[in-house]
């Protein structure tokens, strides 16, 4: 199982551009999570899928947008990029919300300039 | 003030020593969750607990609930448990239901 991929792993943007950031996983998670990570911060939730066709708002969900069309995949779509979006952005997956471990992808990390 | 505290925010100590990382929290939680960030930042769940203790290897997690209390705890540190350490706390119910994260514990194991 290859758990959780992310890509790309690194992306420069400038600002009011847009972008996809792909995450995927294979082992049969309900939930999925879009996580992103300033420096010296705890994590904050963007967007959480509990499954296919169904997304929910997190903590921090302005200027992002996001689709569950697979189990499987879970993008995040940046519409026009400002420079407050400069951060590292994780995605995660879990079988459950309320009592499994979340697993991890390697994260990218984003610069809008 | 911010509902998952956790202490000290950074910790440097030789190799060998016992190790004690903190995490307190002000709201009723269903579960706490340790989880480990490598240097290279990849995030990796240790433990998930909700009341007790739970060992793995030479990691101890322990939680009081009554105080809101949780302590992650290393016995012989060595160079590669240097990493930051991060709590979370799983509070509320069903659609409420929300995980909580500390800003993490930055720790540094010298040789």
């Known amino acids: 199982n290859a758990g959780v991929t992310q890509t790309p792993k690194f992306r420069i943007l400038k600002i009011g551009q847009s972008m996809t950031l792909q995450c995927a996983q294979d082992?049969?998670?309900?939930?999925m999570y879009w996580y992103r990570q300033d420096p010296g911060m705890g994590l904050k939730l963007i967007y959480y899928?509990?499954?296919?066709?169904?997304?929910d708002k997190g903590e921090v969900p302005n200027g992002y947008n996001v689709s569950r069309s697979t189990t499987e995949d879970f993008p995040l779509r940046l519409e026009l990029a400002a420079p407050s979006q400069t951060s590292v952005y994780f995605c995660?997956?879990?079988?459950?919300?309320?009592?499994?471990?979340?697993?991890f992808g390697p994260g990218t990390r984003l610069t809008v300039t | 003030k911010n509902e998952v505290e956790q202490s000290p925010q950074n910790l440097t100590a030789q190799e060998g020593e016992f190790i004690t990382i903190n995490c307190s929290y002000s709201?009723?939680?269903?579960?706490l969750h340790w989880l480990q960030q490598h240097p290279g930042g990849g995030i990796v769940s240790l433990f998930m607990?909700?009341?007790?203790?739970k060992k793995h290897g030479r990691l101890i997690a322990t939680i009081n609930i009554q105080e809101k209390h949780s302590s992650l705890h290393i016995t012989a540190s060595h160079p590669r448990d240097s990493a930051v350490y991060i709590c979370?706390?799983?509070?509320?119910?069903?659609?409420?239901?929300?995980?909580?994260w500390g800003a993490g514990t930055k720790l540094i194991i010298k040789p």
């Open positions: 995660a997956s879990s079988r459950d919300y309320h009592t499994y471990e979340q697993y």
């Open positions: 082992m049969n998670h309900n939930y």
């Open positions: 899928s509990v499954g296919a066709g169904i997304t």
């Open positions: 709201v009723g939680i269903s579960a």
């Open positions: 607990l909700s009341s007790g203790k």
């Open positions: 979370a706390v799983g509070s509320g119910m069903d659609s409420n239901y929300q995980l909580i």
